[in-house]
């Protein structure tokens, strides 16, 4: 007889209708945002004779109040949304993570950590990344430093609260009776059992760090207006809204498709790496 090869965990991922779904979705979405710049117009390039233009008299999603191309504004600033998202997500993981591992295995300072982190999360995230952003300057990075420092502290709790049940596993406690230093234990016995909730939680960074670099942008706190981001395309096209409604429409549109599609590769991500809810599939 022959022997069934047991599929490997990116089969089982791909096989989840949520992912393949989502991930098509930003594979099309990224590919644009990265190639389509070299094929559209200058997103820069002013043009007063065809201001508020609507789609179809010029370009597909027509003109702003400046004349310029709101498509290739729409997919030059998918460039600057996506790796604002990106960057949070990777920062805040990395941070809480390193945080969360020390938080959960070292006691004496566990309450030190997590009372820092309860303050942090005790601020709107909103309220603090304008006050940081006002101190600082608007500029790209101090968007993303912004958005990762309230996102912090929930990866601090996710990350500690796996921590402190797998330090009481029987081979963490063998690995400490045999004279184990603590970074090894930490990197070969209590990590990887945090790589499954931690990819599921960078998903939901990821979105809703891209949400809140536009409702920055669209109070006009965020990315600076020459450098085009979903969010401030949008805010500078409120002001004609009623008139030219396409301004906001369109780079709404690609957030909202954007973010759904992230949310969703996250709850397939969620029902396949969550081996409680994988067995509930079954």
Known sequence: MQSQVEPSVFDVTWKNRNVSIGMSILVIIIAIALFGPFFTKDPFSLSPMTRLKPPGDFGF???DQLGRDVFSRVV?????????????AVFAILVGTVLGL????IRALDSLIMRVMDGLMAIPAILLAIAMISLSGASLATVIAAIVIPEVPRVVRLVRSVVLTVREEPYVEAAISVGTPVHLIMHRHILPNTIAALIVQATYICGSAMLTE??????????PPEIPSWGNIMSEGRT???????IIFFPGIALAVTVLSVNIVGDGLRDTLDPRIARSLK
């Open 61 to 63: 999603f027509g003109t």
């Open 76 to 88: 030059n600033g998918g460039r600057i949304s996506l790796t604002v998202g990106l960057a949070v």
């Open 102 to 105: 020390v938080a959960g295995y």
């Open 214 to 223: 536009a409702i920055l942008g669209f109070l006009g706190a965020g990315i």
């Open 240 to 246: 004609f809204f009623q008139l030219t409604p396409w």
